[in-house]
């Protein structure tokens, strides 16, 4: 459901450092909290121990704009948590918004 959603809409995406010393599941955490969007297919979830993980987020804008973000986490380095954010909505003022909220974040 959420793939066909994700094909059909223009997307945006950045890549950024998360702070350090943060594990996989603070740093999805973090950022589902910061955004205040609801995760997909219990992609909230971060396996123990792991070194990736892909998050998948959907929430609707103010004037009723649908947005659908994709979250790529991975570590590197000694535990440093870096995350690539894709955005996609059919309104570019809300991927523009979407990314500025994040990198201020």
């Known amino acids: 459901m ?13 890549n950024m450092a998360l702070a350090q010393g ?8 973090a950022v589902i909290n910061l955004l205040g969007m609801q995760p997909c297919e219990g992609t909230e979830v971060v396996a123990t121990n792991s070194r990736s993980h892909t998050c998948l987020l959907s929430g609707v804008f103010l004037g009723n704009v649908r947005v659908l973000v994709r979250l790529q986490f991975g570590i590197h380095g000694s535990r440093d948590v870096a995350m690539k954010l894709a955005v996609r909505s059919e309104d570019e003022a809300v991927r523009d918004t979407i990314h500025e909220i994040v990198s201020s974040g």
């Open 22 to 29: 943060r594990n996989l599941a603070e740093a999805v955490i």
């Open 2 to 14: 959420l793939g066909k959603a994700w094909e059909m809409i223009l997307s945006m995406w950045m």
